[in-house]
């Protein structure tokens, strides 16, 4: 069983702003892959798919190295750095994030032909506005964690928590 501080610093990050946000971001990422990847997709979409796993993946390696307390672990990025990976980190995820939300709403928008009561066939517009919406709510849980990063850095701070 783990030790009571192992069991205090796992809470105290899972209750931290960080903790809830990286939470946020695993569960709008696992959303947006799981519902693009659950239907046909083509062509764009392969991008958004590659960035949903790609930094869900990451958030996730980032979330359980944090919780765990093993960032000085990890070498070149970690110790001191950690703030820093974390901030870069979630910088690029945003970055990449908003090209992805740009070809989510394109998808959505050329499929909404199909959102008629009359269309009797398969159509991929909700699961389009859906994974959209999954997209912008990622990128706004990895916005909100460059400000709380970007102000943690600004105070001179080197932890995440």
Wanted: glycine share 6%; proline share 4%; net charge positive.
């Amino acid at each position: 069983p783990p030790t009571p501080q192992v069991r205090s610093n796992i809470s105290k990050f899972l209750r931290s702003f960080l903790g809830i946000t990286r939470i946020l971001q695993i569960v709008f990422g696992a959303g947006l892959w799981i519902t693009v990847a659950a239907n046909k997709y083509d062509g764009p979409i392969h991008f958004v798919l590659f960035v949903a796993v790609l930094f869900w993946l990451l958030t996730l390696a980032l979330f359980f190295i944090t919780l765990l307390d093993k960032q000085n672990l990890v070498p070149l990025l970690g110790g001191e750095r950690w703030l820093c990976t974390n901030l870069t980190h979630d910088v690029a995820a945003a970055a990449l994030y908003l090209p992805a939300i740009g070809v989510m709403f394109y998808k959505t928008e050329s499929y909404s032909y199909c959102n008629l009561d009359q269309y009797q066939h398969f159509c991929l517009y909700k699961v389009y506005l859906t994974a959209a919406v999954f997209a912008c709510l990622c990128c706004l849980s990895y916005l909100l964690s460059i400000i709380y990063g970007g102000c943690r850095k600004s105070r001179g701070e080197q932890t995440v928590i």
